[in-house]
């Protein structure tokens, strides 16, 4: 129970990864950046988007004061479904602010 209300309670990170392998973005949450990076390079993730490349580098990470902004923020820019928009959150991080006050 303890590890369950720590995940809920810690910080958490939103971050976008890049693979140029794929050509493409991943966004997604965690408390703890440098383990999920390092998973996503080993396909930790056995069905996981990024099992198909091994070159995924971060390219942007936001704290948040908790899981649910950090998964507020990760569904929405996944709801977008447009590499675009991820390019204008990383051009202009002070977008998610706005997103989250309009929560």
């Known amino acids: 129970m303890r590890g369950f209300l720590f995940n809920i309670l810690a910080m958490h990170h939103l971050y976008i990864i890049y693979g140029k392998k794929l ?41 948040c004061k908790d899981r649910g902004d950090a998964c507020y923020l990760e569904r929405f820019i996944k709801r977008m479904k447009s590499r675009k928009f991820v390019q204008k959150v990383l051009d202009r991080p002070c977008i998610l602010d706005d997103i989250l006050a309009k929560r």
Not at 23 to 40: F, N, S
């Open 23 to 63: 050509d493409r973005y991943y966004v997604g949450e965690t408390p703890e950046i440098a383990l999920r990076l390092a998973q996503h390079n080993a396909h930790y993730f056995k069905r996981s988007f990024t099992k198909g490349a091994e070159d995924w580098q971060l390219v942007f990470s936001k704290e």
